[in-house]
């Protein structure tokens, strides 16, 4: 069974940043195609940010507007999400999901899509 750990959430000001990190048990963490999500307060569930198996291919939601970067390092078995200018709508539960594939598909922005999930960390964007 695939576990996904995620850290580094918590409660930041309005205009300030932080890193998210995912932790991995899988040997073979570099077949996964690794994304982030977040659910707001009496929201559904979004997609963030996606990134390739090498981490040559990524791709945001727009609300993302260039604050957020993903990225990942296969010999640590661990993704990033780099987060900064933060602004209270940003506040959330961040969850970290995994989908052993070659490509992204088209529906990387679905919940669906992906396999193994976190249990997800609360970020505060609060003054």
């Known amino acids: 069974q695939v576990q996904l750990v995620e850290s580094g959430g918590g409660l930041v000001e309005p205009g300030g940043s932080l890193r998210l990190s995912c932790a991995v048990s899988?040997?073979?963490?570099?077949?996964?195609?690794m994304g982030w999500f977040r659910q707001g307060p009496g929201k559904e569930r979004e997609f963030v940010a996606v990134?390739?198996?090498?981490?040559?291919?990524?791709y945001y939601a727009n609300f993302v507007k260039r604050r957020f970067t993903i990225s990942r390092d296969n010999a640590k078995n661990t993704q990033y999400l780099q987060m900064s200018s933060l602004n209270p709508e940003d506040t959330a539960v961040y969850y970290c999901a995994a989908k052993p594939t070659p490509l992204i598909s088209e529906t990387y922005h679905e919940p669906g899509m992906y396999d193994y999930w976190g249990q997800g960390i609360q970020v505060t964007v609060s003054s």
């Open positions: 899988e040997r073979t963490f570099s077949n996964y195609a």
């Open positions: 990134i390739s198996r090498s981490g040559s291919v990524t």
